[in-house]
């Protein structure tokens, strides 16, 4: 795919989010410290929309459900489903571990793009 503009620079604060249709796409853009970042916008587990989960520690995205927690920049899985106790482990049975993706991102005019 080729780089498609998401929104400009100015749309996202640092440490902030935003759910963005990109071409086909539905993802999430993330304004860093270092730079922006997108991942898919809906969580591997159970498909929990990400829009709502919080930034931790900078990097670290969590999700508002199960709480598995993902590297917004690589989208390895930091800590699997763990909320409600035992809830969340009955469904772990179900749904094994998988990374959320990431897209690359760059910033050209004040525009920030994404290859979805
Ligand atoms: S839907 Fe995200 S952790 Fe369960």
């Known amino acids: 795919m080729a780089f498609t503009k998401a929104c400009s620079e100015s749309d996202i604060a640092i440490g902030d ?3 963005i249709k ?14 922006f970042y997108a991942t898919a916008a ?11 989960g919080k ?8 999700c508002p459900f199960h709480r598995a927690e993902f590297d ?9 489903a763990n909320f409600p106790p035992g809830i969340a482990q009955l ?11 990431t897209f ?3 910033v050209e005019d004040g525009a920030v793009l994404v290859d979805v």
Do not use: Y
């Open 42 to 52: 809906s969580c591997t587990h159970m498909f929990a929309p990400l829009a709502r």
């Open 17 to 19: 989010k935003k759910r």
């Open 72 to 80: 917004i920049k690589t989208g390895e899985v930091q800590q699997w």
């Open 91 to 101: 469904t772990n049975m179900l749904r094994k571990q998988k990374a959320l993706a």
């Open 22 to 35: 990109v071409g086909d796409q539905t993802v999430l853009v993330f304004h860093l410290e270092d730079g």
């Open 104 to 106: 690359p991102t760059k």
């Open 55 to 62: 930034i931790n520690d900078g990097c670290t995205l969590v």
